[in-house]
């Protein structure tokens, strides 16, 4: 059996090597249920609360287009997050109760996989 290793893999160029046939997360975040703060996060340049249980992340990189997955999840068992818009250069996500379906802050644990530009 081989093994390689190695700390950086460059591209013939210097730049950054392509990854055939495979799909990884372009960026990922988790922020305050109030949407203050981001306490983890790779590709996310800014954090906006847009009001109770509504957040927006913004880009570092934004992605080749709108036709991408942004991901998201909370920490509670109350109620469901879902992403309910995105663009480009950022998504965004919204929290409602199970119960009532009213809109409530939660930690919002995001992703999102597709083609940067």
Known sequence: MSVLKADT?????????????????????????????ISA????????????????FSLTNSMSNTNYAALATGKTSFGGMVTDSHAVGSYRTA??????DALF????????????A
Do not use: C, E, M, W
């Not at 340049?45 to 927006?56: C, K, R, Y």
């Open 9 to 37: 893999i460059q591209s013939t160029g210097g730049g950054a090597a392509t990854l055939t046939k495979q799909i990884a997360p372009k960026t990922f975040s988790v922020s305050a249920a109030d949407g203050t703060s």
């Open 41 to 56: 996060s790779f590709n996310i340049s800014s954090l906006s609360d847009d009001g109770t249980g509504l957040q927006t």
């Open 105 to 116: 802050d939660d930690i919002p644990q995001t992703s999102a996989v597709g083609d940067l």
């Open 95 to 100: 929290v409602r109760r199970f119960s009532d």
